[in-house]
């Protein structure tokens, strides 16, 4: 009969025994449940790819027609290119590169990449804008569009806004468009960036449509036709004409200005003079001296 060592013995080494198998099972279905996942995930991708080149595809003709307003009356802002090597320039690669609040960091319009987020979405923000017809103060819509807010802001402590000019106005539509300070005008390659939409907007056979309707005194992104597209190029809604751009719903809304700021707006729209295929301009140069920006 074995002594009471001798079966510690044996119970040490059984249990030692079922440890080994349970981690030979424990590493098989390991392994099993890497193949799965591979599958699955190669799967996803399969499926998610035709979508994928049917969003890049969606918008290609323009956005959706509103009686006359098409893809060339409607403001716009053309994709960023890569930015000029003699142009100013900040790697915006380290979470911490944010502009001074005072404005004071030197001038730079282009960037290697979107702004990290700069500002206190908590906070109220106003927008100053000093043009050579009078200030328009603008009350940014801070919560509802952070990242659009976040963008402008940030450029505008950049002093990318700084001695830009209203290149463009349309009572058609009753705007006045603004932010290209390399060519003042659509065709401006932007900061060197894209800023997603907020929300992203719905997707259709006829291009992409969003929730937003437009009435006078309100602070707008340009955009091209395909998502997520805006970068810098602004515009100022004048007029109730603006409502003719509700049926597209994309240009996303970021800030409203008040009383007296819309008589500023609607002054310089006052100047408009007909030419071009973008409506006309005004009619004397109006700068936008800078933009500052108020926090409370």
Same mark, same amino acid.
């Given at each position: 009969m074995p002594s009471q060592a001798e079966l510690k013995k044996r119970r040490v080494k059984a249990g030692k025994q079922k440890i080994?198998?349970?981690?030979?099972?424990?590493?098989?279905?390991?392994?099993?449940?890497?193949?799965?996942?591979?599958?699955?995930?190669?799967?996803?991708l399969a499926l998610i790819a035709p979508l994928v080149g049917g969003i890049f595809l969606a918008g290609d003709?323009?956005?959706?027609?509103?009686?006359s307003i098409t893809p060339d009356? %409607? +403001?716009?802002?053309?994709? /960023?290119?890569? $930015?000029?090597? #003699?142009?100013?320039?900040? @790697?915006?690669?380290?979470?911490?590169?944010?502009?001074?609040?005072?404005?004071?960091?030197?001038?730079?319009?282009?960037?290697?990449?979107?702004?990290?987020?700069?500002?206190?979405?908590t906070a109220s923000?106003?927008?100053?804008?000093?043009t050579s017809e009078g200030e328009i103060r603008v009350t940014l819509t801070t919560a509802e569009t952070p990242i659009t807010v976040n963008n402008f802001v940030t450029l505008a402590r950049w002093?990318?806004?700084?001695?830009?000019?209203?290149?463009?106005?349309?009572?058609?539509?009753?705007?006045?468009?603004?932010? %290209? +300070?390399?060519?003042?005008? /659509?065709?401006? $390659?932007?900061? #060197?960036?894209?800023?997603? @939409?907020?929300p992203q907007f719905e997707e259709t056979s006829a291009g992409i449509i969003g929730p937003y309707r437009y009435?006078?005194?309100?602070?707008?992104?340009?955009?091209?036709a395909l998502?997520?597209?805006?970068?810098?190029?602004?515009?100022?809604t004048t007029g109730e004409n603006a409502a003719r751009l509700d049926g597209q719903g994309v240009?996303?809304?970021?800030?409203?200005?008040?009383?007296?700021g819309l008589g500023v707006l609607q002054s310089i729209i006052g100047l408009h003079e007909p030419g071009g295929a973008l409506g006309g301009a005004p009619s004397r140069t109006v700068t936008v001296n800078s933009v500052t920006i108020e926090v409370s």
């Open positions: 080994r198998q349970e981690v030979v099972i424990d590493r098989r279905e390991h392994r099993r449940r890497l193949v799965v996942g591979s599958f699955v995930a190669l799967l996803a003709d323009g956005p959706p027609q509103v009686e009356t %409607a +403001p716009t802002d053309t994709a /960023p290119t890569e $930015p000029d090597e #003699g142009a100013a320039t900040s @790697d915006l690669t380290d979470a911490s590169a944010c502009p001074a609040e005072d404005g004071s960091s030197p001038r730079t319009i282009a960037f290697a990449e979107p702004h990290p987020m700069c500002i206190d979405t923000h106003v927008a100053v804008f000093d002093g990318y806004y700084d001695g830009t000019t209203i290149f463009r106005s349309d009572p058609s539509i009753d705007i006045i468009q603004g932010g %290209a +300070p390399r060519t003042e005008s /659509p065709s401006d $390659p932007g900061p #060197g960036y894209t800023i997603p @939409d907020e009435v006078p005194g309100q602070l707008v992104m340009a955009r091209t998502p997520n597209s805006s970068s810098a190029q602004y515009f100022f240009y996303v809304v970021f800030g409203e200005t008040d009383e007296a």
